[in-house]
Structure formats: C-alpha cells, structure tokens
C-alpha cells in the first residue's frame, strides 16, 4: 500500500530525528520516469548533515552498485521551511551550480525548491562526470536552514529528491530516480530507536 504524504504531515518527527541525529541519508531506489538504471539499487546515495549555523553539507554518491558508464547529471531538492537567500558553496569540477525557487522547479510531474547541476560532458574521458563508485561533496546556505528542512517532500507525494541518470545501457537511455519518505511504521520504529538512545546518554 502506498502513503502519500504532505509537506506538514511528519514534520514533528522529522525534527526529532534531525535534532537526535544532526545527519540523514537518502536513498535513491525508485524510478520516477524513464529507464531503470542498471546495475543494482539503491543507484545513488546522499548524505545530509548540519554543517553549522545557516549551512548544510551534502555528499552524493554514484554507488559502485550502479552499471558503469552510467553518471549523474541533475539533483533536486525541497526544503521546508525555505531559507532567506538560499546558495551553494563548492569547489568541484564534477558541480556546474545549482538553482533555487521557492516551489518553482518542475520535473517529471513534480514541484522541487532547488536543483544541483553535475557535469555531463564527456571532456577527458568524461573525467569530470559523476560516476559509478564516485563522490561530491558541497554545501547549501540560507538564513533559517538546517539538515531537517531537506526532509521536506515534492507537492503531495512521498518523494523527497530526484536524480537523472544518463548513459543508461547500450542506447544512451536516461531515467529519473527517487527517494521517498519511509513508510509510517519505519519511521515510528526509527523515532523511537533514536528516543531510546538519547534517554540511555542521559542515565549515564
């Protein structure tokens, strides 16, 4: 069965698991639209951790699971609350920038907040594209922002981020991947693991 939620309907307990965790990892096991990649999923990974005030850190991962020849070419993201003055800070040549737009990105049938750019010319052997067993890394600021708000979903669906992958299989095929919120009892599980820790640090 599937749950669809809105933007508002886990905020509490995203908060919770924010503030006892300060990071969370998305995995990108769904296919939205177009080809399947590959290789086997979850394709992509992204960790986010708060990175101190009014800024986030991101690491991507290409998982080494995922077909060679296969590279990362766009990201998107939510955030809720939106931040003053959303901006990405990076230094890697395999980043090619980001944009922002309160509920203003539209992708295969979704509305996101913000999209991350990867390279996706073959310059070099394509030395600078995302690919299978690859990592980057790179921060996002804005006034009011922390880790939680990118738990924040697309619309009234369950998906939280996007990937395009391209170079799918011998015709140069491309597809859409996601990552959704976990199921209620997932969640409810994690909620009360992570109570249950912090209620042990404080006895000690």
Known sequence: MT?????????GLTLFVAAA???FTLNFN??????????????ASLTVTDGGVNTV????THNATSAAGQFLSTLWLNMDPYPGGPAI??????ITGASFSHNGINNASLTFDASVGFEVSNA?????RLKPGESVSWQITGTGLNAAAFMATAGTSNVIAMIHVQNIGPNGDSG???????????MSALALALGSLVARRRRK
């Open 57 to 60: 850190d991101f690491t991507l």
């Open 176 to 186: 859409k991947i996601i990552a959704t919120v976990p199921e209620p009892a997932s």
């Open 3 to 11: 749950h669809i939620f809105g933007r508002s309907a886990f905020v």
């Open 89 to 94: 800070v990076e230094s890697s040549p395999k």
């Open 124 to 128: 070099g052997g394509g030395v600078n």
């Open 30 to 43: 769904g296919l939205q639209t177009g080809s399947a990649p590959l290789g086997g999923a979850p394709w």
């Open 21 to 23: 965790s300060q990071a």
